[in-house]
């Protein structure tokens, strides 16, 4: 077929024929744009969260590592301190402070303790118990000894069931002093 159309008439065609084109690629391309941000936008959110979830796992693991060598290293734990503060509230027995001082002192690297209670009783003494474990017999006996060495401690005692394992023993010590200053 033979196109007879004056070349003027061609050529402002063919411009309007190459103008639509690439207004349907450009309209094209912003579509895939509109697209691709609508399905990435969510997945972005998602990944930030995670992050940020991620962050706050990792935190947590450290803190826990943290409290869990200061307590295999025989260090205060914040739970004693805790106690002592709230001990200190009663003013009942001002040689209750100085008796976890020294439970505190004498505790070696070895041992770990992860509770200690306290009872009044209608005399003039009061009961300590501390409860933890040793990593040998050696280190459970050595503290023990440490302790029934101290002067402000009238009893230290431990149950013969607790000395049974030579390694990881968990023991349940009871100390007695008295509730006045000497």
Known sequence: MVNILPKKTQHE??????????GTFLILVAVMI???????????FLAKEEAEASKRYADALQQTLTLSEASSSGRML?????????????????????????????????????????????????????????KSRAALVGFVDTLKKDSLFKNVSVPVGDLVA????????????PLSTP
């Open 34 to 44: 509109g697209i691709g941000a609508g399905v990435l936008t969510p997945a972005h």
């Open 78 to 134: 914040p739970v004693l301190a805790e106690q002592i503060k709230v001990m200190k509230a009663y003013q009942r027995t001002p040689v209750l402070e100085p008796a976890l001082d020294r439970i505190i002192d004498a505790i070696p690297t070895t041992v770990s303790v992860q509770k200690v209670g306290f009872k009044f009783s209608a005399d003039k003494d009061g009961t300590l118990t501390v409860a933890g474990t040793a």
């Open 13 to 22: 065609l063919s411009a309007m024929y190459y103008a639509r084109l690439f």
């Open 166 to 177: 030579e390694t990881d023993l968990p023991f349940t010590m009871t100390l007695t002093i």
